[in-house]
């Protein structure tokens, strides 16, 4: 039986509209092992619809509290370190220590992005002219997206999303 992978999106599995699927070969045997869903127009429009009703709510979360997903994440990705290299050795060919190591970049990003809220801070300028102050603040963007390369299937990833959900924007991930 092959596993067929699906679309995560507004945080459930699901199928999609689509109707191709694409094989994923197990590269040290050339076998099979899973086949994939390729999205279509309404999977891609469902996906951004999803996000920006989050980014509502996400972008007003505090920045304590988005950082504090992210810590949990870090944790979660650091306890199963193992499992998560054993599947991109599996899909990707990668040995193992280059897959531990690719995660392991990927977490130092998150780990910089939980130290956002200083990168996130405002400025505020007194008098700049006769009556007039200045203020700098930053917000999310709302929904950002991220198309990744094959060959660092869990690292470039981290790279990306990771900041964005920690400045308060959603997130759209579309891997190779």
Same mark, same amino acid.
């Given at each position: 039986m092959t596993i067929t992978i699906k679309h995560f999106i507004n945080g459930a599995e699901t199928a999609g509209e689509g109707d191709r699927t694409q094989p994923v070969y197990n590269p040290a045997t050339g076998a099979v092992s899973a086949e994939l869903r390729l999205a279509n127009r309404a999977d891609l429009d469902a996906a951004v619809a999803a996000a920006k009703a989050a980014a509502v709510s996400w972008g007003n979360f505090s920045l304590a509290k988005r950082t504090g997903v992210l810590f949990k994440f870090r944790e979660l990705v650091a306890a199963h370190i193992d499992e998560l290299a054993a599947l991109i050795?599996?899909?990707?060919?990668? @040995?193992?220590?280059? #897959?531990? !190591?690719?995660?392991?970049?990927?977490?130092? @990003?998150?780990?910089? #992005?939980? !130290?956002?809220p200083q990168l996130l801070k405002g400025d505020y300028s007194d008098q700049v002219s006769t009556g007039i102050d200045v203020f700098s603040f930053r917000e999310p963007l709302g929904v950002v997206a991220g198309i990744t390369p094959f060959n660092f299937p869990a690292m470039v990833p981290m790279w990306m999303w990771a900041p964005a959900i920690a400045s308060g924007n959603c997130f759209v991930l579309k891997p190779s």
């Open positions: 050795t599996a899909e990707h060919g990668k @040995v193992l220590s280059d #897959a531990k !190591g690719e995660i392991g970049r990927g977490l130092e @990003v998150i780990e910089f #992005a939980c !130290g956002i």
